[in-house]
T-cell receptor
Framework: SQQGEEDPQALSIQEGENATMNCSYK?????LQWYRQNSGRGLVHLIL?????REKHSGRLRVTLDTSKKSSSLLITASRAADTASYFC????????????FGKGTRLSVIA | KAGVTQTPRYLIKTRGQQVTLSCSPI?????VSWYQQTPGQGLQFLFEYFSETQRNKGNFPGRFSGRQFSNSRSEMNVSTLELGDSALYLC?????????????FGQGTRLTVV
């Protein structure tokens, strides 16, 4: 079963608006990562937030992590048409050398 | 630094056939993970290889297998293909441990089983 679950499954916004995607997970993590995938291509790493961090910024991206609620959010500010893609959260579990576990993703459409 | 290379990019196979996919990780990276991506299930973990040894395995049938060579290149094999094996197969390259490091993905191999 999926460790992470993104919400919403799909999101459609106008260019210039902000987009917020959420991720919930089930077990203790070492870190949580967000990736982006353009249609039918490989995933590109966006940002990594460690379990002892609460917020992280990278350009127009802002990620928050609430380990007590086992949830994270990704905010993209001032969205552009080029931000249209699927966004996935991935959890690096605390136990051993386990692989990254991905959610099913949020499909973001930014309309120009 | 060259990225992760997956070959071939596209494949069409018939049910019952077998297929081999290849992944060359970033130079110096010793860990290769394979994922299957389908529209309904998202990314499902297949297996991970580290230093030529399978380190982790997902919940896939024995028809799915893999290996890693001394140069860290990895192959995965699917035997007796089924229609449900149609998917985008992605490989991810990491330096070694997953601890606080990002994964670098290839462009994937799109497999269609007819």
């Amino acid at each position: 079963s999926q460790q992470g679950e993104e919400d919403p499954q799909a999101l459609s916004i106008q260019e210039g608006e902000n987009a917020t995607m959420n991720c919930s997970y089930k077990t203790s993590i070492n870190n949580l990562q967000w990736y982006r995938q353009n249609s039918g291509r490989g995933l590109v790493h966006l940002i990594l937030i460690r379990s002892n961090e609460r917020e992280k910024h990278s350009g127009r991206l802002r990620v928050t992590l609430d380990t007590s609620k086992k949830s994270s959010s990704l905010l993209i500010t001032a969205s552009r048409a080029a931000d249209t893609a699927s966004y996935f959260c991935a959890t690096d579990l605390r136990s051993g050398n386990t692989p990254l576990v991905f959610g099913k993703g949020t499909r973001l459409s930014v309309i120009a | 630094k060259a990225g992760v290379t997956q070959t071939p990019r596209y494949l069409i196979k018939t049910r019952g056939q077998q297929v081999t996919l290849s992944c060359s990780p970033i130079s110096g990276h010793r860990s290769v993970s394979w994922y299957q991506q389908t529209p309904g299930q998202g990314l499902q973990f297949l297996f991970e290889y580290f230093s030529e040894t399978q380190r982790n395995k997902g919940n896939f049938p024995g028809r799915f297998s893999g290996r890693q060579f001394s140069n860290s290149r990895s192959e995965m094999n699917v035997s007796t293909l089924e229609l449900g094996d149609s998917a985008l197969y992605l490989c991810a390259s990491l330096p070694g441990s997953t601890r606080n490091t990002e994964a670098f993905f290839g462009q994937g191999t799109r497999l269609t089983v007819v």
